[in-house]
């Protein structure tokens, strides 16, 4: 997928063709759904995000131009709706939603129960180092190693500049090691 073709989808979509802003939305929706998970852990409200996300897109069709890759666009969008969703969450005092206990992280059907039993802790240690981080931290981690953004569109992303995002990142994944190390040593 190119960002040229991402554009002229903008484009159509802005000239009334819904069939292409249709074409956007199913080849974004897992992304966008998966990088509000990373920063909300709950799978009911990374949804609604991601709708949010998607009604935002559509409500400013008229205003998007191609200044930067559309899914830098969109990843921005995201962020900004979902430190407003915890911000929210925190001042009504309902603070984060629940961690999805049955989606595994690694999926196998050949695997014997200890096996299973073992994913399952390793899965719990990654999960527990992750949200041990800072919202910022898990952002930058998510966007260069999940979805492969480069440095100049993550600091597009995060609003703050290269350089911040390669310290943020340097230090996100020399955090993550250390708890990993130290909360996993005998799980890894």
Request: aromatic content about 6%; hydrophobic content about 40%.
């Amino acid at each position: 997928m190119s960002e040229i073709e991402d554009w002229a989808l903008i484009a159509r979509a802005q000239g009334g063709d819904m069939d292409a802003f249709q074409v956007l939305i199913v080849r974004y929706q897992r992304p966008v759904i998966h990088f509000c998970y990373r920063m909300l852990r709950s799978e009911q409200d990374a949804e609604d995000v991601a709708q949010e996300v998607f009604i935002r897109v559509y409500r400013y069709l008229k205003r998007l131009t191609p200044q930067a890759k559309f899914s830098t666009v969109l990843f921005g969008i995201a962020r900004n709706l979902c430190l407003n969703f915890v911000r929210d969450m925190n001042r009504r005092g309902r603070g984060m939603g629940q961690p999805l206990d049955a989606q595994p992280a690694l999926e196998s059907n050949v695997r014997l129960p200890s096996q299973e039993a073992h994913l399952k802790e390793i899965e719990a240690c990654i999960q527990a180092a992750m949200d041990s981080l800072s919202d910022d931290h898990r952002m930058v981690l998510f966007l260069r190693d999940v979805e492969g953004l480069d440095y100049e569109e993550i600091a597009r992303v995060m609003k703050c500049r290269k350089g911040t995002v390669k310290s943020r990142l340097a230090r996100a994944r020399e955090q993550l090691r250390q708890t990993l190390i130290q909360n996993g040593d005998d799980l890894l």
